[in-house]
């Protein structure tokens, strides 16, 4: 019993000199988080895969990823508006509220004071509350004293309102995390978006240069095959021109052969008939004997002359013919 009234007076002092009443701690053991992903991350997966399964290009990949993080941010920023206002309303109300339970709370340290008062001077000093929160002192009981009941009412319902402040306050907080890793998780995005669309110009940058190099290359074949087309066709026009000499020079030197082949055989003929049959047409006269049944040539042959000459000649003759032929 004696302690309690010197952490009283202990209290009422440190009010005095403007500090705060020590509360106990009521707030709530908190629970175990457990980690989990966001909706964003989620949703950016299930874009990226979506995207891997499509195909799509990287611009639409960019524009769907801009949407998404536009809608977040839309989405955060309303969250947090919300939030802001409900934490300012509570705040509003909770200063109000902290007033009038300041009010209480002043009034129960007077009435504490009050009561060492009668406890230390051995008289009893009745402590009525009025309407201002302020009080009189009586000699008798003769009105409504305030129980110890209702001061420990009072005081449970500022500590329910503080251990409601500090639910509300952990929830601002976790909240303002989550806000926090929202913002860092769309800035590590966005440097790498920034670093993808790096990436892009450079492999475009990449793409026109061997574009370029492809079409220099391929204008450069077509001249090469231009020329090589325009060299054939004078090849050819050469080889053909060439193969035309020579088949006129084959069709010459067969035409000279041939004329030579029959001079050949014309004489040939005529030795013949010069060595073998001429000797024999001993009762002809030569004039008889050699009249020419065509036009003169230039070597007359033996089929060019009518043969006048006695049956052994003859016979011989006509041996020679089957032989050559």
Not at 35 to 50: C, I, K, P, V, W
Not at 144 to 168: F, G, I, M, T, W
């Amino acid at each position: 019993m004696a302690a309690a009234p010197a952490s009283d007076e202990d209290d009422f002092e440190l009010y005095n000199k403007g500090g705060t009443f020590s509360r106990p701690n009521v707030r709530a053991t908190r629970q175990k988080t457990m980690t989990m992903e966001s909706g964003g991350t989620q949703e950016l997966r299930r874009m990226f895969a979506d995207a891997r399964q499509s195909g799509i290009t990287l611009e639409e990949l960019e524009a769907k990823m801009v949407d998404l993080f536009r809608t977040k941010e839309a989405e955060m920023n309303g969250r947090l508006g919300k939030a802001m206002e409900k934490v300012e309303q509570l705040e509003r109300h909770e200063c109000v509220s902290n007033e009038n339970n300041l009010k209480v709370y002043r009034a129960l340290v007077l009435e504490y004071q009050m009561m060492l008062e009668e406890l230390t001077s051995g008289a009893y000093i009745h402590v009525e509350r009025l309407q201002e929160y302020g009080y009189s002192k009586k000699g008798n009981c003769g009105g409504s004293c305030v129980a110890s009941a209702e001061r420990d009412n009072y005081k449970s319902e500022l500590d329910s309102l503080h251990e409601d402040y500090s639910k509300l306050y952990d929830s601002f907080k976790k909240l303002r995390k989550i806000a926090e890793e929202q913002k860092l998780e769309y800035s590590g995005l966005h440097e790498k978006y920034l670093e993808r669309v790096e990436e892009v110009k450079q492999l475009q940058g990449k793409l026109s240069r061997l574009r370029e190099d492809a079409k220099n290359k391929l204008e450069q074949a077509s001249k090469d095959m231009e020329n090589c087309m325009r060299e054939r066709e004078e090849s050819l026009i050469g080889l053909r021109l060439k193969v035309r000499q020579l088949e006129m020079d084959w069709k010459n030197s067969q035409r000279e052969l041939e004329i030579k082949v029959h001079e050949v055989r014309r004489l040939s003929e005529w030795r013949v008939f010069q060595l073998f049959f001429f000797p024999l047409a001993l009762d002809v006269p030569h004039e008889q004997c050699l009249r020419p049944e065509g036009p003169p040539s230039y070597l007359p042959t033996l089929s060019n002359y009518r043969l006048c000459f006695s049956g052994r000649a003859r016979e011989e003759y006509d041996v020679v013919n089957k032989t050559k032929t």
